[in-house]
């Protein structure tokens, strides 16, 4: 996590307990540990990894969500 902030620096990453945030786990459907969803500005998912995800998947994922937000504000 420590180099995909490094790398994104303008993207909010946060780590959940599932254990402590039942919540979450219903709201992303998390099934599997780890779990990686990356949320649009207005918090709607765009993308979910069940299990762990590279960095490199994890940026590609995030640069979509830019581009189709992009997009959106321009529509």
């Known amino acids: ?3 995909l902030r490094e790398l ?3 993207v909010d990453i946060r780590e959940l307990d599932v254990a402590a945030n039942q919540r979450a786990v219903r709201t992303y459907r998390v099934m599997t540990l780890p779990t990686t ?3 649009d500005r207005r918090g709607s998912m765009t993308a979910v990894n069940a299990g762990f995800a590279t ?8 640069e979509a969500t830019r581009a189709s937000s992009a997009q959106a504000a321009v529509a």
């Open 37 to 39: 969803v990356v949320l």
């Open 1 to 3: 996590m420590g180099r």
């Open 55 to 62: 960095e490199s998947v994890l940026r590609d994922q995030v």
């Open 8 to 10: 994104i620096e303008d």
